[in-house]
T-cell receptor
């Protein structure tokens, strides 16, 4: 158990709908990352937040948005869903992006939310 | 941009066999390199990492050496077990802690 929780575990919805995925980072972690894992695109970085502020953006569609709240949990909102949005969505967290020495802080991954769009 | 390429899977081996999963990367500069493992129904776990050239990461009998000359970070294990069956991802850090992953290699170990 990484300490990162994601809800729901599974989500089945229809095209055109909107869903919200939730992530609670490990206690003490300030940085949250979202990744999408699909059969055709593999595992791709979507977006990163640090202490409530957006820090980096990857291949995130305009139909998708995210935020990090004052209690540090994060939500990923997916709207106008298409069949191709069906994927496993992972959240990861780390203490902060980098140490004061400039090295990498490990990202701890949650179990993921499996989204199926019918 | 920066990318990671892994050997095509799936890979099926017998227990106690030697394992190699190839990984090469393209990057500007010298990124940190990682191997992550994903067991069935679970999220990714960091298996090992190397932060500079010639570093060797190791964990649970797995090893990988950061080779700058060949831009490679191949994963090896001398004697695999059934419990090693999982999907393995090679990755590099790009920019603000954004992980760039390879496509993943599914490993199945038969008893």
């Amino acid at each position: 158990d990484s300490g990162v929780t994601q809800t729901p575990k599974h989500l089945i919805t229809a095209t055109g709908q909107r869903v919200t995925l939730r992530c609670s980072p490990r206690s003490g972690d300030l940085s949250v990352y979202w990744y999408q894992q699909s059969l055709d695109q593999g595992l791709q970085f979507l977006i990163q937040y640090y202490n409530g502020e957006e820090r980096a953006k990857g291949n995130i569609l305009e139909r998708f948005s995210a935020q990090q709240f004052p209690d540090l949990h994060s939500e990923l909102n997916l709207s106008s869903l298409e069949l191709g949005d069906s994927a496993l969505y992972f959240c990861a967290s780390s203490v902060q992006p980098m140490t004061s020495g400039g090295s990498y802080n490990e990202q701890f991954f949650g179990p993921g939310t499996r989204l199926t769009v019918l | 941009g920066n990318s990671v390429t892994q050997m095509e899977g799936p890979v099926t081996l017998s227990e106690e066999a030697f394992l190699t999963i190839n990984c090469t990367y393209t990057a500007t500069g010298y990124p940190s390199l990682f191997w992550y493992v994903q067991y069935p129904g679970e999220g990714l776990q960091l298996l090992l990492k190397a932060t500079k050239a010639d570093d060797k990461g190791s964990n649970k009998g797995f090893e990988a050496t950061y080779r700058k000359e060949t831009t490679s970070f191949h994963l090896e294990k001398g004697s695999v077990q059934v419990s090693d069956s999982a999907v393995y991802f090679c990755a590099q850090i790009q920019g603000a802690q954004k992980l760039v992953f390879g496509q993943g290699t599914r490993l199945t170990i038969n008893p």
